[in-house]
């Protein structure tokens, strides 16, 4: 049998790709370590994926002096943090999974890329030298808002990065002129090192600067106290700032908002029915009434 000489450059040709498509693949596998989620990794029930310690509260977490964890949920149709910040010159380690269907991670530029299968937790460890920014897509099909599927991933200078938290409120949203307004202030800081932070109150009209240090994973409680006869009646702005964090709201002074809820309290005592004492109060009002008028 006689075969062209072109013919047999093409067998030839065509035999070599699919021995360097097999060689590639081999690589892949057993140089690079690219495979397939699988149950061999850990697992988890999609049903407790909300309870879980690490997913039911996704976030960045520093385990290591350069070393990161970053637990992902990716679910219909949002990734939970939906934007993720880490710093320059890390490691960082994804933990991704899902509660609902199949989705992907695939964080564009950079080799970042898996099924989010429910029940599986896919994990990916890839450094970061220098600062950028990358969308976060998903690739898999997961129904109606799919094409709305996206986050960000923002990787900071080490100076711009910071794993402080701040959580401020008022104690009350309603206060008697005679009382004090709280504001109460939590400032977590989930870095292993120290920082030092500036915890700015503003109380209407008051303000108070405090310049704190707060060791690596520990949380700081403040609270600043004006008295509400000092706000006058009506309401009243409040903002707490921490560097670039900020929380505000407002609160209403009311004047007699005691009186009322004594009245109230009052009249639950005249149901119970001791009569006794509401005669004795009753006495000492009147003695109380009497004095005043004499004076
Ligand atoms: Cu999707």
């Not at 590639?24 to 049903?47: F, H, K, N, Q, R």
């Not at 029940?119 to 690739?139: A, H, L, Q, R």
């Not at 990787?155 to 109460?184: G, K, P, Y």
């Not at 009753?282 to 008028?293: F, Q, R, V």
Request: proline share 3%.
């Amino acid at each position: 049998m006689n075969i062209h000489s072109y013919e047999k450059l093409w067998l030839g040709a065509a035999m070599l790709l699919i021995v360097v498509f097999i060689a590639t693949i081999t690589y892949g596998a057993v140089g690079l370590g690219v495979a397939m989620i699988d149950d061999a990794e850990e697992t988890i029930s999609p049903g407790d994926v909300f309870d879980d310690d690490r997913f039911g509260e996704p976030r960045v977490e520093q385990v290591g002096e350069d070393e990161y964890e970053v637990y992902v949920r990716a679910q219909t149709f949002t990734y939970n943090p939906n934007e993720i910040v880490v710093p320059e010159n890390s490691e960082v380690t994804f933990y991704v999974t899902s509660p609902d269907v199949i989705h992907s991670f695939s964080v564009v530029g950079t080799n970042i890329n898996t099924m989010v299968i429910p029940g599986e937790i896919s994990t990916m460890t890839v450094e970061f030298d220098d600062p950028g920014e990358y969308g976060i897509v998903c690739n898999e099909y997961c129904g109606s808002g799919h094409h709305d599927m996206e986050g960000k991933l923002y990787v900071v200078s080490e100076d711009e990065f910071d794993l402080t938290e701040l959580e401020a409120d008022a104690a009350a949203d309603e206060v008697d002129l005679e009382d004090d307004v709280e504001i109460e202030a939590t400032v977590e800081n989930r870095q292993l090192e120290a920082i030092d932070a500036t915890i700015e109150f503003e109380l209407g009209e008051e303000s108070q600067t405090e310049t704190v240090t707060i060791d690596g994973q520990e949380t700081i409680e403040r609270t600043f106290t004006v008295p509400a006869a000092d706000l006058g009646e009506g309401d009243h702005d409040w903002t707490v700032t921490v560097d670039d964090y900020e929380e505000s709201g407002t609160v209403s002074v009311v004047d007699g908002l005691e009186d009322d809820e004594d009245e109230e309290s009052d009249d639950q005592d005249a149901d119970d029915g001791d009569d006794t004492e509401t005669d004795d109060d009753e006495a000492t009002d009147d003695a109380d009434t009497d004095g005043g008028d004499d004076e």
